[in-house]
C-alpha cells in the first residue's frame, strides 16, 4: 500500500523513537504532522522534558540549538540546516562582551532569538511570552537586552528597570508599518487586532494586544471576539484555526511571512528523519554557558 508522505514521516518517527516539534510559524502540513506545535518557551520546556531518543526540530536554528542544549543526550535535528532568524545573527559574542564592560553592574536578558555563543555571554534568557517577567526577577536594575530592540522596549513600558537595547530587529515583522495596519483596520474597522512584541513600537500602539504566539493560542481559545487581525506571521492563522475555528481570523499583511520558517516542507521532513545528517551540535565550552542561562529561564518562568 503508498503512504502519503505524512503517513511516512509518521512510521519513521515512531520507528526511530523521534518527536516532531513544530514552530507555531510552520507551513499547516508541518504542524498537523508535529507531536506539539507551539511557541518558543514550550517547544523549549517540551524539548528539556521529554525522553525520545531525536528530536525533529521544525522551525530555525536557534529553536533546534536550544532543545540541543537543553538535552544532550538526544539527538536533535533540523530538517534544513539553512533555516536561520536573521535577527539571531545581529549581534555576536563579542559585542555582548563589550557591552559588558561598559555597564559593569548591569546583568544581561537575551532573547532566545540568538545564538548559542551569544547565550553563553548572558545572565539569563527569555522569550517572548516571559521577557517582562525575567527583566523584573532579575537581579539588577539595569539590564543589557540583546537583540531584539522592538521587545526590548516594549517590556521598557511596563517595568522601572532601566533597559539598554541592542539595535537588532526581525526583518519580518519589522516591514509590517502603521499605514499596513491602518488600511487592513479600515477594511475590517470591526476585528480586534493582536500583533506579537517584534512589531514596531508605533505598530504596537495601535494594537488591542500584545502576545508571544502562544498567548495567541491561549487567548483565542477564551475571547468573546468574533473577528481578528493576526499581526504575525500568516501561517500563524492555521494554529489559531485549530484551536478557535469560530472566529474570523484577518492575515494583517499576505507579505507577513518568515521565509526561512518555510524552508521546511513534508519531504524535507522525512529526508531529514531519514538521513539524520542534518544534526544539531554545540561546542561544549559554549554549551554548559549557554544551558546556564537557558536553565535560568525555565527556572524564573513559574
Ligand atoms: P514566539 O516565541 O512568540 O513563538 O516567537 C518566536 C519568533 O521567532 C517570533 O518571530
Ligand atoms: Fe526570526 Fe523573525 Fe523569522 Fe521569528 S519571524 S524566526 S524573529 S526572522
Redesign the pocket.
Known amino acids: 500500500m503508498h503512504m502519503d508522505l505524512a503517513d511516512q514521516i509518521k512510521t519513521l518517527a515512531r520507528e526511530k523513537n523521534a518527536i516532531i516539534l513544530a ?1 507555531n ?1 510552520q507551513i499547516p502540513e508541518i504542524q498537523d504532522v508535529a507531536d506539539f506545535s507551539g511557541d518558543s518557551l514550550e517547544l523549549a520546556q517540551i524539548a528539556s522534558k521529554n525522553d525520545a531518543r531525536m528530536i525533529a526540530f521544525c ?2 536554528h536557534f529553536m533546534a540549538e536550544s532543545a540541543a542544549i537543553l538535552s544532550p543526550q538526544k539527538k536533535v535535528i533540523i530538517p534544513d540546516p539553512t533555516a536561520g ?4 545573527d545581529m549581534v555576536d559574542a563579542d559585542d555582548v562582551i563589550e557591552m559588558k564592560k561598559q555597564n559593569p553592574g548591569a546583568m544581561v536578558v537575551t532573547y532566545i ?1 540568538s545564538t548559542a555563543s551569544v547565550k553563553a555571554q548572558s545572565d539569563v534568557i527569555c522569550t517572548s511570552s516571559n521577557a517582562l517577567k525575567i527583566v523584573e526577577r532579575v537581579e539588577a536594575d539595569t539590564v543589557l537586552f540583546f537583540p ?1 530592540r522592538n521587545l526590548g522596549s516594549y517590556v521598557q513600558r511596563f517595568t522601572k528597570k532601566k533597559i539598554i537595547t541592542w539595535n537588532g530587529f ?4 519589522e516591514r509590517f508599518t502603521t499605514e499596513d495596519l491602518t488600511a487592513i483596520k479600515k477594511k475590517h474597522p470591526d476585528a480586534l487586532v493582536m500583533v506579537h512584541p ?1 512589531c514596531r513600537p508605533d505598530v504596537i500602539d495601535m494594537a488591542d494586544e500584545v502576545f508571544s504566539t502562544g498567548q495567541m493560542v491561549k487567548f483565542v481559545k477564551s475571547t468573546n471576539s468574533k473577528k481578528i487581525i493576526v499581526g504575525t ?1 500568516t501561517d500563524m492563522i492555521h494554529r489559531l484555526k485549530q484551536v478557535a475555528p469560530h472566529i474570523e481570523y484577518i492575515p494583517a499583511s499576505d507579505s507577513f511571512i ?1 521565509p ?2 518555510k524552508k521546511i516542507n513534508l519531504s524535507v521532513l522525512l529526508g531529514g528523519l531519514r538521513d539524520e545528517e542534518t544534526v544539531v551540535t554545540v561546542p561544549q565550552d559554549v554549551r554548559e554557558g549557554a544551558r546556564k542561562a537557558l536553565q535560568r529561564m525555565l527556572d524564573l518562568s513559574y
Open positions: 514552530h510559524y522551525g530555525v532568524c536573521p535577527m539571531a532569538n531584539d526581525c526583518p519580518t515583522h517584534e506571521e518568515c526561512n520558517m
